[in-house]
Every structure is written in structure tokens, then in C-alpha cells.
């Protein structure tokens, strides 16, 4: 049933598509060579057809907020030899502290909160034509973005592929999560620059906003108030960091205290954000597969393990 709703909506919209495309307005209009254009507004310029570029298996640009606390590590062990008493214990409490710093910003920054990874979904790629793929599609949701991933596995239907290879296509998107009304801009980039079917699919669920279906406002109040707890947390955190040298006693009391928000936050995220979304993919054997969406804290679990 599902299978068959899909294509015919795909069919539809690419006949609309077909109709309303009379002729090339200029030369930024999405064409038929784009892999991505299918569900692509006609007379709307495409962004996909520049991403050529493979994907890197590391995003760096994650990883800039966390750069600071290695590099202060990288300080304390230069200076350790000139400290003339306990230097162990002065290398395991200031590397203990960087460390409670590095999972409270990566955790506010990274979007690895809840995690979903759906295998082998069967979807249309190429306009205009009947051709089905298999492909793997993740679900990263963070406190205030959400990245989609998209691997290509092979092609459904025993057809050879286009010539063009797809078998390095690799494609990982972030949407921001964190507006009242960011889920449906994104969702309108989205159908703007031509973004694939399952992309689009992820993207309507989170932008329904009615009673039951209000998931991406779930997750966008859970962000809010965990990312604001998390926050007051990290202030915490470099006050603890003035006091060690000065109030040791106080140092401690204020790690208890860390430890304490930490597990809070946890807690706030757990009850806020949803736990009933699955969304439906058509799978090569008739039936569909659902995304199951699995928490992601044990690295604050681990930071609270360090505070205590």
C-alpha cells in the first residue's frame, strides 16, 4: 500500500513537473542531468548540481568548538615538568576538568542525541525514469539541528545504472532545528534546491506541527531547555576551573553540582523529546522499514562519572 501511494505520487508530481517545464528560462534551471531535481520546483535554480565533491568521512567543522581543550592539554604538559610538587595529581585534576569540558561543549554542539540508521530503502533517484535504488539513510537529531546521511547501495530491478557512477554517491545534509518555524523553511529549501525523496520524507514529518504529529516541536522544546541547562552547566564548569587553585574544598562541591545538571539534563531530554516517531521507508521485499530512533547519552553519563 505504501509502495503504491509512493509512485503515485512520484508519478503525478513528475508529470506536473513535465508540463509546467515548457523550456529553459536560464541557465541555472534544474535540468534532467541532476540526480536530486525529481521533486525540484520547475524554473528554480539547483544547488546539487555544483556538490560534486566527495564527501569527507570527517566533519572538521564539528570538531573547531572542541579544538581549545587539546590544546590546553597540550600547554599543561609542556609546563608539568616546572611544577616541583604532585605534578600526578595536578595532571590528572586539570585533565579530568578539560575533559568534563570537552563532552559538555561536544554534546551541546555535535547532533549525536538520537540516533536512527534504516537499511536498504527503495527509492526513485533519477528524473523521469522508472529506475529504483537501494539506499542506506541515517537520522542524526541534535539539540538544535538535525543531519540526514544518505549511502548508496545498488540498483533495484536488475538495470544497469547510469552512466554516471552512483556508487560513490554519499550525501549528508544539516538542517537547523532550532526556530519555531525552521523545519518548514528547511523543508522548502529542500523542495527548492531538489533534495532527494527520502530526504524530503525525513523533513515532512519534522515540519507537522498538528497535536499528535508535532515531532520536530518535541524535539526542538528538548533541545531548547537541554541546551540551556547544558549552557548554565558549562558556566559552572570554568567557575570550577578558577576555583581549583585558589578554593580546592569549593572545587569539589562544584564538580557534585555539575554532576547534578548533567544528570538533570539528561532527564529533561528524555522526558521532552518524542518517542513514538517511525518513519516509513519502502523496502525491496514489499514491506516497509521503519526508522527506530535510540538515545544517545551515554558521553554525559560518562561526564557525570568524571564530576562525581
Excluded at 35 to 43: G, V
Excluded at 73 to 84: C, K, N
Excluded at 241 to 247: Q, S, Y
Amino acid at each position: 500500500m505504501f509502495l503504491r501511494l509512493e509512485e503515485n505520487f512520484q508519478r503525478k508530481f513528475l508529470f506536473f513537473q513535465k508540463i509546467m517545464l515548457l523550456g529553459p528560462l536560464n541557465k541555472n534551471i534544474a535540468s534532467s542531468s541532476n540526480y536530486y531535481n525529481s521533486f525540484a520546483f520547475p524554473y528554480t535554480t539547483t544547488e546539487t548540481t555544483q556538490q560534486q565533491a566527495p564527501v569527507a568521512l570527517i566533519n572538521f567543522r564539528l570538531l573547531l568548538p572542541l579544538l581549545p581543550f587539546p590544546l590546553l592539554l597540550l600547554v599543561l604538559l609542556v609546563i608539568l615538568p616546572g611544577i616541583r610538587e604532585q605534578r600526578l595529581i595536578s595532571l590528572l585534576a586539570i585533565g579530568s576538568q578539560l575533559f568534563v569540558g570537552t563532552l559538555l561543549i561536544g554534546s551541546i554542539t555535535l547532533p549525536y542525541w538520537k540516533l536512527s540508521e534504516t537499511r536498504e530503502i527503495l527509492v526513485h533517484l533519477q528524473p523521469f525514469s522508472k529506475q529504483r535504488h537501494l539506499l542506506n539513510i541515517g537520522v542524526n537529531v541534535g539539540l538544535s539541528a538535525l543531519n540526514i546521511s544518505l549511502d548508496y547501495v545498488k540498483p533495484f530491478d536488475g538495470r544497469l545504472p547510469h552512466p554516471r557512477s552512483l556508487a560513490s554517491l554519499h550525501l549528508n545534509e544539516q538542517f537547523d532545528l532550532s526556530g519555531v518555524s525552521s523545519m518548514k523553511t528547511e523543508l522548502f529549501k529542500a523542495y527548492k534546491e531538489g533534495q532527494p525523496f527520502p530526504v524530503l520524507c525525513v523533513l515532512e514529518y519534522f515540519s507537522l506541527g498538528q497535536d499528535a504529529f508535532s515531532w520536530g516541536n518535541q524535539f526542538r522544546k528538548a533541545g531548547y531547555y537541554t541546551k540551556a541547562l547544558l549552557w548554565f552547566t558549562f558556566g559552572c564548569w570554568l567557575l570550577q576551573f578558577i576555583l581549583l587553585p585558589f578554593l580546592p574544598h569549593y572545587f569539589a562541591k562544584t564538580g557534585l553540582l555539575i554532576g547534578f545538571l548533567i544528570l538533570l539534563s539528561n532527564m529533561l531530554y528524555i522526558l521532552l523529546s518524542p518517542n513514538d516517531l517511525h518513519i516509513a521507508f519502502p523496502s525491496p521485499n514489499g514491506h516497509s522499514n521503519f526508522t527506530q530512533f535510540r538515545i544517545q547519552i551515554w558521553n554525559l553519563f560518562l561526564d557525570e562519572c568524571c564530576c562525581w
